[in-house]
């Protein structure tokens, strides 16, 4: 059977639909022009503190900006979907730059957007958005309360007993410890900017939503900070103390190419895959919520490609992983940004702040980027869901906690591995439960609609054992057949197994009908097939269980299969 692949079922920017569409007028790229300015004005602050917080540059962070919101506009399967890092990222990328360095966050970016490429490409752009709920919300939850223990230094100016830079270990649990134990040493006047920073972005929520609080309370903090220093002699950490380059200006980077080896990809694969599954989660949920309020639909397989080239891409230059940022792309739509047009100027805009305004970046204070990240770290914690989510069933609940506590306590990878087995051992468990195989021994509906009204009902002969299966016939419920067979003492002459309520069978599903086959066969029971849908046709045709059993006795509906037992009984 020959297998046709059309590149166009699994990739179609809308960008590029949009050149072609007569009806974009100049007023709506006025729309696009201006959402697109105010955007960057949004993501500057965001950018320079996910990439410091991150362990990288501002730079970086600035870049991952720019190139990967340029991408993930002009490629994506989003209208108004806005590329670039984001909080959620922050803890696997300092975890993979502590452990493997920089170059191996490159690696480990680079597989992850091959990934992320192959996934659509495969289509699996439709089944990764609907992971399980209490899974999303729990490394959600849990990333928001790392991203605000690793703030705790910075926002309170701490340093170390007798003098010198406070070193923070990466486990969660030291980190509080060593928190703790340096605690006297705070510094009142970073405090109090950090303080000052998470209210301005609060209240100035009430004057106006067209210029992000997050820019006045730096603008605000910035100018503080410098007065203490010139005319009171105070001293409070800032980027440029940190980054004195800064300083000098930032030109483009230059591309990077990093050995890749089997060896290094072997190590790298675990937190490669955590990437490419939290920007596939995070960036089509992200697509999902602008639909909803823009109206449009998007074409998921199209944005994951889109996320992948970006996530190829970005490393390059230095960048880190790249996902669709929820924030931005509603500020996106707030603002009147309709098409891609607004990411791209986005992008743009931010490319000309790189590489004419980076100097006065190093003026901002650490304490001001630690209360913006509190902000972030408390927007993302989903603590209205999380205390919803603790009244649902025992199983999401072990799910949530287990997600959770993984993520803080150990690390996202794990988190999202097990939480995703227990997820799937709970689902199978709850399929188990509603499906079920049961014998019939006196009478049976002549109809494969159980929905019909007007049923007639025909009595079994003696030597006819019918078998009803309810629900999918996978391995999970395989081996009941084995277990009622066995408990029927009276052999029958004729057995009918009837599947009008199987959606699907898997691989051990036929080899537990093809050995019921074969014991019937030795025991000279003849096994007819009723109500099979023509997808269980389809599967139990290839695997070649048809030619085995014979295609005569094989039938749609359940009256044709019982006459055909009265002739073999008769």
Same mark, same amino acid.
């Given at each position: 059977?020959?297998?046709?692949?059309?590149?166009?079922?699994?990739?179609?920017?809308?960008?590029?639909?949009?050149?072609?569409?007569?009806?974009?007028?100049?007023?709506?790229? @006025?729309?696009?022009?201006?959402?697109?300015?105010?955007?960057?004005?949004?993501?500057?602050?965001?950018?320079?503190?996910?990439?410091?917080?991150?362990?990288?540059?501002?730079?970086? #962070?600035?870049?991952?900006?720019?190139?990967?919101?340029?991408?993930?506009?002009?490629?994506?399967?989003?209208?108004?979907?806005?590329?670039?890092?984001?909080?959620?990222?922050?803890? $696997?990328?300092?975890?993979?730059?502590?452990?493997?360095?920089?170059?191996?966050?490159?690696?480990?970016?680079?597989?992850?957007?091959?990934?992320?490429?192959? @996934?659509?490409?495969? /289509?699996?752009?439709?089944? $990764?958005?609907?992971?399980?709920?209490? %899974?999303?919300?729990?490394?959600?939850?849990?990333?928001?309360?790392?991203?605000?223990?690793?703030?705790?230094? *910075?926002?309170?100016?701490?340093?170390?007993?007798?003098?010198?830079?406070?070193?923070?270990?990466?486990?969660?649990?030291?980190?509080?410890?060593?928190?703790?134990?340096?605690?006297?040493? %705070?510094?009142?006047?970073?405090?109090?900017?950090?303080?000052?920073?998470?209210?301005?972005?609060?209240?100035?929520?009430?004057?106006?939503?067209?210029?992000?609080?997050?820019?006045? &309370?730096?603008?605000?903090?910035?100018?503080?900070?410098?007065?203490?220093?010139?005319?009171?002699?105070?001293?409070?950490?800032?980027?440029?103390? /940190?980054?004195?380059?800064?300083?000098?200006?930032?030109?483009?980077?230059?591309?990077?190419?990093?050995?890749?080896?089997?060896?290094?990809?072997?190590?790298?694969?675990?937190?490669?895959?955590?990437?490419?599954?939290?920007? &596939?989660?995070?960036?089509?949920?992200?697509?999902?919520?602008?639909?909803?309020?823009?109206?449009?639909?998007?074409?998921?397989?199209?944005?994951?490609?889109?996320?992948?080239?970006?996530?190829?891409?970005?490393?390059?230059? #230095?960048?880190?992983?790249?996902? #669709?940022?929820?924030?931005?792309?509603?500020?996106?739509?707030?603002?009147?940004?309709?098409?891609?047009?607004?990411?791209?100027?986005?992008?743009?805009?931010?490319?000309?702040?790189?590489?004419?305004?980076?100097?006065?970046?190093?003026?901002?204070?650490?304490?001001?980027?630690?209360?913006?990240?509190?902000?972030?770290?408390?927007?993302?914690?989903?603590?209205?869901?999380? /205390?919803?989510?603790?009244?649902?069933?025992?199983?999401?609940?072990?799910?949530?906690?287990?997600?959770?506590?993984?993520?803080?306590?150990?690390?996202?990878?794990?988190?999202?591995?097990?939480?995703?087995?227990?997820?799937?051992?709970?689902?199978?468990?709850?399929? @188990?439960?509603?499906?079920?195989?049961?014998?019939?021994?006196?009478?049976?509906?002549?109809?494969?609609?159980?929905? *019909?009204? *007007?049923?007639?009902?025909?009595?079994?002969?003696?030597?006819?054992?019918?078998?009803?299966?309810?629900?999918?016939?996978?391995?999970? $419920?395989?081996?009941?057949? *084995?277990?009622?067979?066995?408990?029927?003492?009276? /052999?029958?002459?004729?057995?009918?197994?009837?599947?009008?309520?199987?959606?699907?069978?898997?691989?051990?599903?036929?080899?537990?009908?093809?050995?019921?086959?074969?014991?019937?066969?030795?025991?000279? $029971?003849?096994?007819?097939?009723?109500?099979?849908?023509?997808?269980?046709?389809?599967?139990?045709?290839?695997?070649?269980?048809?030619?085995?059993?014979?295609?005569?006795?094989?039938?749609?509906?359940?009256?044709? &299969? @019982?006459?055909?037992?009265?002739?073999?009984?008769?």
């Amino acid at each position: 059977m020959k297998i046709e692949f059309n590149i166009k079922d699994v990739f179609q920017p809308k960008f590029f639909k949009l050149i072609n569409n007569k009806a974009y007028f100049k007023e709506q790229f @006025m729309q696009d022009f201006i959402a697109g300015i105010i955007l960057g004005i949004v993501a500057i602050p965001l950018a320079i503190a996910f990439g410091i917080a991150s362990g990288v540059s501002p730079q970086q #962070g600035l870049i991952t900006a720019i190139i990967g919101g340029f991408i993930v506009s002009f490629l994506g399967g989003s209208h108004v979907q806005i590329g670039g890092p984001t909080g959620a990222f922050i803890v $696997i990328i300092a975890g993979v730059i502590a452990e493997f360095g920089f170059t191996g966050l490159i690696i480990a970016t680079t597989i992850a957007g091959v990934m992320l490429i192959l @996934m659509g490409l495969l /289509k699996l752009g439709d089944v $990764i958005k609907f992971m399980p709920f209490p %899974i999303i919300v729990g490394f959600t939850s849990g990333i928001a309360v790392v991203i605000f223990s690793t703030q705790i230094k *910075d926002f309170f100016g701490l340093t170390a007993v007798g003098g010198g830079e406070l070193v923070i270990p990466s486990e969660f649990l030291s980190k509080w410890v060593v928190y703790f134990e340096n605690f006297s040493t %705070i510094n009142p006047w970073a405090t109090l900017l950090s303080v000052l920073t998470i209210a301005i972005i609060f209240l100035w929520q009430r004057i106006t939503k067209k210029i992000p609080g997050s820019i006045v &309370a730096i603008i605000l903090c910035t100018f503080i900070a410098l007065l203490l220093k010139n005319q009171f002699g105070i001293e409070v950490s800032t980027i440029g103390s /940190k980054y004195p380059e800064l300083s000098g200006g930032s030109p483009l980077p230059k591309p990077i190419t990093p050995k890749i080896d089997m060896h290094a990809v072997r190590l790298l694969i675990s937190p490669a895959f955590t990437i490419a599954m939290l920007c &596939a989660i995070e960036s089509l949920l992200s697509a999902m919520v602008a639909d909803g309020a823009t109206g449009k639909k998007h074409h998921s397989n199209t944005e994951l490609i889109g996320q992948g080239v970006a996530n190829l891409v970005v490393p390059i230059f #230095g960048g880190i992983p790249v996902t #669709g940022a929820i924030a931005r792309t509603m500020t996106n739509i707030n603002n009147g940004g309709k098409t891609p047009v607004a990411g791209i100027v986005h992008a743009v805009f931010l490319l000309l702040i790189f590489l004419f305004l980076m100097p006065l970046a190093a003026y901002i204070p650490f304490a001001c980027l630690a209360g913006i990240l509190v902000v972030v770290a408390y927007n993302m914690s989903e603590w209205r869901n999380f /205390k919803a989510l603790l009244k649902n069933p025992v199983a999401d609940v072990i799910v949530l906690l287990v997600t959770f506590f993984l993520t803080v306590i150990f690390d996202l990878t794990i988190a999202i591995e097990i939480g995703l087995l227990i997820a799937a051992i709970s689902f199978i468990k709850r399929v @188990m439960e509603t499906s079920q195989i049961r014998v019939i021994e006196t009478e049976i509906a002549r109809t494969e609609n159980p929905e *019909d009204n *007007d049923i007639e009902y025909a009595k079994l002969d003696k030597h006819l054992e019918v078998y009803e299966i309810d629900g999918p016939f996978f391995f999970g $419920i395989a081996n009941k057949f *084995d277990e009622i067979s066995y408990e029927i003492k009276e /052999k029958p002459k004729v057995r009918i197994i009837r599947m009008r309520k199987v959606p699907f069978i898997d691989s051990t599903g036929i080899k537990n009908l093809t050995n019921l086959c074969n014991r019937s066969k030795k025991e000279k $029971i003849q096994v007819i097939l009723s109500g099979v849908t023509p997808e269980v046709y389809s599967t139990l045709e290839k695997s070649g269980f048809i030619d085995k059993l014979g295609k005569e006795f094989v039938f749609d509906h359940i009256s044709s &299969a @019982m006459d055909k037992a009265n002739k073999l009984l008769h």
